[in-house]
């Protein structure tokens, strides 16, 4: 929940609008749980907050390497922050390859914090550093606060007993320690963590507890001068309610839950593990208790085929991947939609093609989402834009799959999926129910069964095997429009397909008008986007507007059927810009769709996009020079995230 946290002494008073820091180190050194930590003790604070963790492929690189660096980031502040920010304010660098592959990214003036402990004469050459960087002036242009966290860590965990080793994975909380006297936070939230994380090793509470302890103290009373000082950052202004912190992961499992109460149905998720969409199916293995069946399978297609029959049997069937997976479902997501039975499919995109990059972001499975079945396959499909908008899709997705006899794909992406941030619990009582039904009784005239009928939306009965007297055909090949039978005529097939066409394209109408996220209906210029790219583009049209320039945010959910209105707002702008991560998919739909000129912003290097290249890309559009509004692609950005590159000498 949400709190306010005391002022600080009037000595210690500092209070930036939002801060950035980041937490770099070895895949080993916990950064990740560095990070999360620290997020939490955001949370308590009060601080609104938007997290990227940036972490390897490899499951563990060499020890010390530049491929090895995992990084954690969070932006916290008291106003509104929508992404995890452009450049960090604080480093913290816990060996010589996380100091080299993330430098670059500080703001000139920023603040390095780094483990001298760390930079011994092997990790200097296995960072590809001549001479250690701290010694030899190149960080000249940064603060540098240099000391042996190692050695630190060390002595205060040494009462407890512990080997080396095992000491010196203590450093990251010895340095959450730091971080938290840093900006004035409160420590028993973490110390009781600790304790119930290790309460069948209370020595390795106590020792990680001493640690903490022992980095908030450095803080206290060593002698830093200007280079370390309390920074109090205050509670940002929210409506009073029940918050907590939540990863797209976990928001799209609980509003996949809490999609299948509203529907009055049991759910069964079939899944397979591949990054980054594994973490869906951790959180819903313990939510048994709300009529939910987790099966890992053997491979995607079992997966998949598993939800089918599952949802065939009377359940709501539910299945997860990411792209290379999602293409060996995709056979099978034509049986579902030639079945016309309910599922819903996400797909949490990383960087492709093939294996790609499984541990980076992108949105790259648009056309796959839209496009990419054999045959005419419409299946709707709707874009999460940050980790709490993923709850609300997953309950659209259920609500449109049993109130249309479709599968659903619902998009999110490795940013959603990893990134955190506070969430304000719903109200249960604003989601209005959606019951499935089931046919119980024989439908067509004189006493015949037509289970391929259609009600006013378009969607055929829901008929649970076993129901006396209502024994039926269903499968992938081509049926009888009425009666589900096989059927391969001419007039059969043309009217299956017209009809399970419109009955997507009937979907429009149940969803919401579009409306413009930021600014006004008509003017110069029109940023439209879908998915994660929502905060930059966001927080950069609401800089250019404060600019003065005649520019507006339109954000998509619903990619597929597109809302109604989206034509005629789109052509009620001069020029549009779409930002996407990926060569211009979405900006291909658009123009499909309605015809207009829509511009790519496109950026593929399997980072978010900075608020400060959409701004660039903006402000083309009103410096006058002809010929220079328009798309383009955004380079790859060595100064964002860790990059081994641009690392290398």
């Not at 941030?421 to 249960?428: F, S």
Request: hydrophobic share 40%; with cysteine.
């Amino acid at each position: 929940m949400a709190t306010q946290i005391a002022e600080p002494e009037a000595s210690t008073k500092n209070h930036p609008e939002a801060v950035v820091v980041r937490f770099a180190g070895d895949s080993g050194d916990g950064m990740q749980l560095t990070g999360g930590q620290f997020t939490l003790s955001s949370a308590l604070a009060g601080n609104d907050f938007a997290t990227f963790p940036d972490f390897p492929a490899e499951i563990r690189a060499p020890q010390g390497t530049l491929f090895g660096v995992s990084a954690f980031q969070i932006n916290f502040g008291s106003t509104d922050i929508e992404t995890a920010g452009d450049a960090p304010d604080v480093l913290v660098a816990m060996n010589p390859a996380a100091l080299k592959t993330n430098v670059d990214a500080l703001k000139p003036g920023g603040l390095i914090i780094a483990d001298t402990g760390e930079f011994t004469k092997r990790n200097l050459e296995k960072a590809k550093y001549e001479v250690s960087p701290i010694d030899d002036g190149s960080l000249a242009k940064w603060q540098v606060l240099a000391f042996d966290i190692s050695a630190l860590t060390v002595e205060a965990v040494k009462p407890f007993g512990l080997g080396n080793k095992d000491a010196l994975r203590c450093k990251n909380m010895w340095t959450l320690g730091l971080a938290l006297w840093m900006f004035d936070r409160d420590r028993a939230p973490l110390i009781a963590w600790l304790n119930n994380k290790f309460k069948k090793n209370p020595t390795l509470a106590d020792a990680n507890v001493a640690a903490l302890n022992a980095g908030h103290a450095y803080g206290e009373t060593a002698e830093l001068g200007g280079q370390l000082h309390k920074q109090y950052v205050g509670p940002v202004a929210t409506p009073a309610g029940l918050y907590r912190t939540i990863t797209g992961a976990e928001a799209v499992a609980m509003g996949l839950v809490a999609g299948a109460q509203l529907a009055h149905l049991p759910m069964f998720f079939g899944g397979y593990p591949i990054t980054p969409a594994s973490s869906i199916l951790h959180y819903l293995v313990g939510m048994k208790e709300f009529g939910v069946t987790t099966f890992q399978a053997e491979d995607e297609i079992a997966a998949i085929a598993a939800a089918i029959g599952a949802s065939y049997a009377g359940s709501l069937g539910v299945t997860s991947s990411s792209g290379p997976g999602i293409a060996l479902k995709t056979e099978a997501m034509g049986l579902a939609v030639m079945t016309e039975l309910p599922l819903v499919i996400v797909n949490s995109q990383r960087g492709g093609p093939s294996t790609g990059l499984p541990t980076k972001t992108e949105q790259s499975d648009l056309y796959q989402a839209v496009y990419g079945r054999n045959g005419d396959t419409p299946i709707p499909v709707i874009a999460a834009c940050s980790p709490g908008d993923a709850f609300d899709c997953a309950i659209e997705a259920v609500r449109i799959a049993t109130q249309y006899m479709t599968p659903v794909i619902l998009l999110s992406d490795g940013y959603i999926a990893n990134a955190a941030e506070p969430w304000l619990v719903p109200d249960p009582a604003r989601y209005a129910p959606f019951p499935a039904t089931f046919l119980n009784e024989r439908n067509g005239p004189d006493g015949t069964l037509l289970p391929y009928a259609r009600d006013a939306k378009g969607a055929r009965p829901w008929i649970k095997p076993g129901t006396a007297g209502l024994m039926h055909r269903i499968g992938g090949i081509e049926k009888n429009p009425g009666t589900g039978n096989i059927d391969y005529s001419p007039e059969a097939h043309q009217t299956m397909t017209e009809a399970r066409k419109a009955k997507i394209d009937g979907v429009a109408k149940s969803i919401p008008a579009q409306e413009v996220t930021l600014g006004s209906e008509g003017g110069k210029l029109a940023v439209v986007g879908w998915g994660s790219t929502f905060g930059p583009i966001h927080q950069a049209v609401r800089k250019a507007r404060a600019k003065g320039l005649d520019v507006s945010h339109i954000h998509v959910r619903h990619i597929w059927p597109l809302p109604e209105n989206l034509g005629d707002l789109l052509r009620s702008y001069e020029r549009i810009l779409v930002p996407e991560m990926n060569t211009g998919q979405f900006k291909t739909v658009l123009r499909d769709q309605y015809l207009v000129d829509a511009q790519p912003l496109c950026k593929t290097s399997g980072q978010p996009f900075a608020i400060a290249e959409i701004e660039a890309a903006i402000a083309t559009y009103f410096d006058g020079v002809p010929g220079n509004a328009g798309g383009d692609e955004v380079p790859p950005n060595a100064k964002q995230m860790p990059t081994i590159k641009s690392a290398n000498p």
